[in-house]
């Protein structure tokens, strides 16, 4: 079963979250779709997929339950909110907001004990490929950030930083290569069946090419996800 995963990151208000959803024709096929709206808009992303087949998701969560983390999203409420999923390890999360491997470490494991499934990011910035070291970048990523993780309810998104919000996608030729080496050390290190999405300006004209490629079980998607037509393109390729 593909997966296709919408990150709106910080875009959309409550009221554009309903009308985006009111808007959204998906195709009737056995699919994952998975979107996650900003935290302020969950529970009106929530109420407005009751009885779909969306899910929806946290796009950060804290590795705590609760405590003294001024702006932090607990991930047990989000849960009993009926959130299922979290983001980890986004580049924008990682670069942006400084969050090291360690912690990433023990998000996923925290989202793990309460039975939430996570979606792990991991990419490589450009001068890293330049430079050759895409896979070592990629291994030490996993190794760490998924250092006593199960392999169940696990999501990999390969996510090549050059191409976030760049316009530039990695041709299907580099994205199958690279997460053929992911696959691989995935199946080698105790995660086997994890799917391995792939994110980076992923639009509708060149979704078909991308979802062909064997080692990619799906999509996440930023911008093109913000408008109902593109991203209901993208889940029909
Ligand atoms: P993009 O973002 O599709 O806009 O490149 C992908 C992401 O950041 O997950």
Redesign the pocket.
């Known amino acids: 079963m593909k997966i296709f995963a919408a990150?709106w990151k910080m875009y959309k208000s409550p009221q554009e979250t309903r009308e985006f959803f009111a808007q959204l024709l998906l195709p009737a096929q056995s699919q994952l779709v998975l979107v996650f709206p900003p935290a302020l808009c969950v529970e009106s992303a929530i109420e407005s997929t009751k009885g779909t087949q969306i899910k929806i998701g946290v796009q950060n969560i804290s590795s705590k339950s609760e405590g003294a983390l001024t702006g932090e999203n607990s991930a047990s409420v989000a849960m009993s909110m009926g959130c299922e999923y979290a983001l980890v390890g986004?580049s924008e999360r990682r670069s942006l907001f400084a969050e090291s491997d360690s912690v990433l470490n023990q998000k996923v494991k925290f989202a793990q004990d309460i039975g939430m499934r996570c979606v792990f990011c991991i990419g490589e910035t450009l001068e890293q490929r330049k430079s050759g070291q895409t896979f070592e970048v990629l291994k030490n990523q996993l190794q760490l950030g998924l250092k006593d993780v199960k392999s169940e309810k696990l999501i990999i998104a390969y996510?090549p930083v050059w191409?976030?919000?760049t316009g530039l996608t990695a041709t299907p030729q580099q994205a199958q290569e690279t997460q053929s080496q992911v696959v691989t050390w995935l199946n080698e290190n105790g995660f086997s069946g994890a799917p391995v999405l792939y994110?980076?300006?992923?639009k509708p004209d060149n979704a078909k090419e991308l979802i062909q490629q064997k080692s990619i079980s799906g999509f996440?998607?930023?911008?093109?996800s913000l408008n109902p037509e593109s991203f209901a393109q993208i889940c029909q390729s």
């Open positions: 990150n986004h996510e191409a976030i919000g994110g980076g300006s992923v996440l998607i930023g911008g093109a």
